[in-house]
Structures are given as structure tokens and as C-alpha cells.
């Protein structure tokens, strides 16, 4: 499995950015799959999953309301993150990443990761 994620970069809070993460190799239909950040100093965070199983999605309660999780068929199967209203907290190294996702108990037992992509937001 290789995961590829794009889409970060610097944005004002308020502002939205979309995350795009295209993963080769990945069994869709068996396994979770979704966005992990890391800001420093902190805990790294599951933010968000889909379970390919059954389509379930999970957000944590900092994003709940502001982010959405989705899957893009249109070309190569593609996972996105679409952040709106987004705060100074939320800026970190998003990854993609595969692993067990269930809507009661989050995101976890995570098995691969992308490189990561940047996000920052200015107050």
C-alpha cells in the first residue's frame, strides 16, 4: 500500500482547504482508512475515517461539523478531507493513513502512513 497525500498549505482562519490522498494498493471494501495530524507538542490526533467496509465515517469532536471525510471514484480512487472553518488549532502534518476505523471508538491500530502534508492556519 502507498499512500499519497496533497492539498495543505497556509490559510487565514475561517478559510477551508481540501486534503486529497490517493492510495495504491489499498483493499477498499476491507479496511479503514483516513487522516491522522501531528501539531508539536501534542498528542498525535485521529481527526477523522472512513471503514471502507460499510462506509461509516468518524470525526473527532474538534472537527465535528467542520470537516468532511469522503471517497472520490471519479478517477483513481481517492480519499479527501474537505476542512472548512478552519482554526489556529487545527494547523499539524496531516497524514493519510490506513487502520481500524469504528464510529464509537474512533480511529485507530494504524498500519500505513503517507509522507504527510502541511497545513497552517493564521489567526
Known amino acids: 500500500v502507498q499512500l499519497v497525500e496533497s492539498g495543505g498549505g497556509s490559510v487565514q482562519a475561517g478559510g477551508s482547504l481540501r486534503l486529497s490522498c490517493t492510495a495504491s494498493?489499498?483493499?477498499?471494501?476491507?479496511?479503514?482508512i483516513g487522516w491522522v495530524r501531528q501539531a508539536p507538542g501534542k498528542e498525535r490526533e485521529g481527526v477523522s475515517c472512513?471503514?471502507?467496509?460499510?462506509?461509516?465515517?468518524?470525526y473527532a469532536d474538534s472537527v465535528k461539523g467542520r470537516f468532511t471525510i469522503s471517497r472520490d471514484n471519479a478517477k483513481a480512487p481517492t480519499l479527501t478531507l474537505q476542512m472548512n472553518s478552519l482554526k489556529p488549532e487545527d494547523t499539524a502534518v496531516y497524514y493519510c493513513?490506513?487502520?481500524?476505523?469504528?464510529?464509537?471508538?474512533?480511529?485507530?491500530?494504524?498500519?500505513?502512513w503517507g509522507q504527510g502534508t502541511q497545513v497552517t492556519v493564521s489567526s
Open positions: 493513513v490506513t487502520g481500524v476505523c469504528l464510529v464509537d471508538m474512533g480511529f485507530a491500530l494504524y498500519h500505513t
Open positions: 494498493g489499498f483493499a477498499w471494501g476491507y479496511y479503514g
Open positions: 472512513i471503514s471502507t467496509s460499510d462506509g461509516v465515517t468518524y
